[in-house]
């Protein structure tokens, strides 16, 4: 990946031949882009969340780094403009100094700190595979998803999503289109054609909602005893 590889980072910065990134990982790296926008995809993440009750959140990635930032951000700003509540940062590299792929002490950091947040709890996650590990330690700690804890990623990827025990909820990043327009940037490049000055940003397509967030939560028990009777 451009953003960890210094080989390509060099590698790119010698070449004279049109170049499109379809990420903004290293925004300091001059070069024309296509991509999704992330601030956006945080802003419908909460929007989604809030929209079924859920005054309580928190946003999980296991890196943080550009991209994650702007996705956490963007949810974090619009969650807490709506609700008063800002939502608890969880990027575990921001608690960590044993590493992104120590999953073992990741899992117990986790299951720690989803005990102490309040419930019901809404979770946006920076990926589908993120919002996986969350869902594996809340049914390992015996949540109910979505009544105590809803779970929602990004990409709506079917092989992460459909294969969970609890289907997962996901804002749609509109991957294809950003491949398109990137590949329609790179042939006007290629044609002699000049690049925008600023990224041209890609709006998620909603939620494609599964049964991670398919319900509607209340702050008063007795109110949520009636949602769960009529479900």
Same mark, same amino acid.
């Given at each position: 990946?451009?953003?960890?590889?210094?080989?390509?980072?060099?590698?790119?910065?010698?070449?004279?031949?049109?170049?499109?990134?379809?990420?903004?990982?290293?925004?300091?790296?001059?070069?024309?882009?296509?991509?999704?926008?992330?601030?956006?995809?945080?802003?419908?993440?909460?929007?989604?969340?809030?929209?079924?009750?859920?005054?309580?959140?928190?946003?999980?990635?296991?890196?943080?780094?550009?991209?994650?930032?702007?996705?956490?951000?963007?949810?974090?700003?619009?969650?807490?403009?709506?609700?008063?509540?800002?939502?608890?940062?969880?990027?575990?590299? *921001?608690?960590? $100094?044993?590493?992104?792929?120590?999953?073992?002490?990741?899992? @117990?950091? &986790?299951?720690?700190?989803? =005990?102490? /947040?309040?419930?019901?709890?809404?979770?946006?996650?920076?990926?589908?595979?993120?919002?996986?590990?969350?869902?594996?330690?809340?049914?390992?700690?015996?949540?109910?998803?979505?009544?105590?804890?809803?779970? *929602?990623?990004? $990409?709506?990827?079917?092989?992460?999503?459909?294969?969970?025990? @609890?289907? &997962?909820?996901?804002?749609? =990043?509109? /991957?294809?289109?950003?491949?398109?327009?990137?590949?329609?940037?790179?042939?006007?490049?290629?044609?002699?054609?000049?690049?925008?000055?600023?990224?041209?940003?890609?709006?998620?397509?909603?939620?494609?909602?599964?049964?991670?967030?398919?319900?509607?939560?209340?702050?008063?028990?007795?109110?949520?005893?009636?949602?769960?009777?009529?479900?």
């Amino acid at each position: 990946q451009v953003n960890k590889r210094a080989d390509f980072i060099r590698y790119i910065r010698r070449q004279r031949v049109p170049c499109v990134d379809m990420w903004i990982f290293r925004p300091d790296i001059p070069l024309p882009r296509r991509s999704g926008d992330q601030r956006l995809i945080g802003q419908t993440a909460a929007d989604h969340l809030l929209e079924r009750g859920f005054r309580n959140a928190a946003y999980f990635s296991t890196e943080y780094e550009h991209l994650h930032k702007l996705r956490g951000e963007g949810f974090a700003d619009r969650f807490a403009e709506k609700s008063g509540n800002r939502p608890k940062n969880l990027a575990w590299a *921001l608690h960590s $100094d044993s590493g992104n792929d120590n999953w073992r002490a990741q899992h @117990v950091w &986790l299951k720690r700190t989803l =005990h102490a /947040l309040p419930k019901p709890l809404g979770v946006f996650c920076y990926s589908d595979y993120d919002a996986a590990k969350i869902e594996s330690i809340c049914l390992e700690s015996g949540y109910a998803i979505p009544d105590e804890v809803a779970i *929602l990623g990004v $990409d709506n990827d079917p092989l992460v999503c459909d294969n969970n025990p @609890v289907p &997962l909820s996901s804002v749609r =990043h509109d /991957l294809f289109r950003i491949g398109y327009e990137s590949a329609a940037l790179l042939g006007t490049l290629m044609r002699g054609g000049s690049a925008p000055d600023e990224p041209i940003l890609i709006s998620p397509r909603g939620v494609e909602i599964r049964a991670s967030t398919d319900g509607f939560v209340a702050s008063d028990p007795i109110v949520r005893s009636v949602i769960k009777f009529f479900q």
